[in-house]
């Protein structure tokens, strides 16, 4: 049974920073890309980033547009984590966060379909003055 258990979500105030991890296994971050999705209020769930496997890493990183500039992906295998680096955060921002796991064709198309089939229990991420 393929495992993710996010951490690091909280509340912040608008313009702070928050940094997400997501917790796997070597062999899944070897072999599946992982993602980070969200769930708010207003949108549904959405795609925020996506990265390559570690054996395929040239597969590089994927930003939805609204995130870009903003948030960071990085792959940390001394950890076996995928951290989610979230700065200039807004009200927009809040909900809950997942990570996800697949074998995508591509990251782009893992963040736009929004349907990974291994999925961790998520963290609640809030923006609040």
């Known amino acids: 049974q393929l495992r993710l258990v996010e951490s690091g979500g909280g509340s912040v105030q608008p313009g702070g920073s928050l940094k997400l991890s997501c917790l796997a296994t070597?062999?899944?971050?070897?072999?599946?890309?992982i993602g980070w999705f969200r769930q708010t209020p207003g949108k549904g769930r959405e795609g925020i980033a996506c990265?390559?496997?570690?054996?395929?890493?040239?597969?590089?990183?994927y930003y939805a547009d609204f995130v870009k500039g903003r948030f960071s992906i990085s792959r940390d295998l001394a950890k076996n984590t995928i951290e989610l680096h979230m700065n200039s955060l807004d009200a927009d921002d809040t909900g809950v966060y997942y990570c996800?796991?697949?074998?995508?064709?591509?990251?782009?198309?893992?963040?736009?379909?929004?349907?990974?089939?291994?999925w961790g229990q998520g963290t609640q991420v809030t923006v609040s003055s």
């Open positions: 996800a796991a697949d074998r995508p064709p591509t990251v782009q198309a893992m963040c736009q379909s929004g349907d990974p089939p291994y």
């Open positions: 070597k062999a899944t971050l070897e072999h599946y890309a």
């Open positions: 990265i390559a496997s570690s054996l395929h890493s040239y597969g590089g990183t």
